[in-house]
């Protein structure tokens, strides 16, 4: 594949994703979700590859999906149709979790929307403390998706997913470390050369432990993901995607001003 939004190189046993589409903030769409699971798919078949890192350039990790494209969208007349970027997103993250490999996701600047699964996805995240996670879809009269849901549910329980989905306030750096979302905290500028250095211990590793630990840790948590999203995620995002608060809430988004809820 030709990959237009990630750089994909290979250093020292070390598979390094970057996503690289700046003038969108790293914005998750179809486009960036199909290179995603191709350079997954690569680096688990890659015998030379021993752990990926999944990490981005400029100052947002990802800014999650592009809403100004389905304000356009509204604003035409037209339909809202969320359903493939849920799945291609949500098989990202399922591969990373399926994954023999170890994980790494480095994460610096603000983290959205699907941006949050993606960087859920890993194994390990290594974050900087500048990283804001913004899981902000009520405030446009969605629910979570990407699977982002389940990821966080199994992470750090229902309760708290709940206020986080039902509020969408942002998590800075310091609380997702105290939620226990984050593997190691450290700086923006040391961020890189601490991802590397716990990469390179993985690497000179038990490979065949890690892979078991993976697939038991994969059985017992996530084995009925895929169905989850298919059945569960994507039907619920279509209804909230169809509804009048949907269109109000990214109206509202764009023109900078309070959304007004209707309930419909």
């Known amino acids: 594949m030709n990959l237009e939004k990630l750089i994909y190189t290979v250093e020292d046993s070390i ?19 199909d290179e995603l699971m191709y350079v997954v798919d690569a680096a688990e078949k890659d015998l030379n590859v021993k752990v990926l890192v999944i990490k981005s350039a400029g100052k947002a990790f990802s800014a999650g999906g592009d809403i100004g494209y389905f304000y356009k969208l509204i604003q035409a007349g037209g339909e809202v149709n969320m359903d493939g970027l849920i799945a291609k997103v949500g098989v990202v993250a399922d591969g990373m979790k399926r994954m023999s490999k170890m994980v790494i996701t480095s994460v610096a600047g603000a983290v959205a929307g699907a941006g949050v699964s993606l960087a859920l996805g890993g194994d390990f995240m290594i974050c900087a403390d500048n990283a804001k996670f913004i899981l902000a879809f009520v405030n446009l009269g969605l629910v979570p998706d990407t699977g982002a849901t389940y990821l966080l549910s199994k992470a750090i329980g229902v309760p708290r997913t709940i206020e986080l989905a039902a509020t969408g306030r942002p998590v800075l750096a ?47 948590n996530y084995a009925d993901y895929k169905k989850w999203l298919d059945e569960t995620e994507i039907p619920t995002q279509r209804e909230c ?15 900078k001003r309070k959304a007004i809820f209707k309930g419909n």
């Open 15 to 33: 598979g390094i994703v970057t996503m690289n589409y700046l003038k969108n903030l790293n914005a998750i769409d179809e486009q960036m979700a």
């Open 174 to 220: 310091e609380e997702a470390k105290e939620l226990g979302l984050i593997y190691k905290l450290t700086t923006v500028e040391e961020l890189d050369e601490v991802t590397m250095k716990f990469a390179k211990k993985l690497a000179a590793g038990p490979l065949i432990s890690y892979k078991n630990i993976k697939k038991q840790i994969y059985d017992a």
């Open 241 to 255: 995607a169809a509804s009048v608060d949907f269109q109000e809430g990214c109206k509202a988004f764009m023109e």
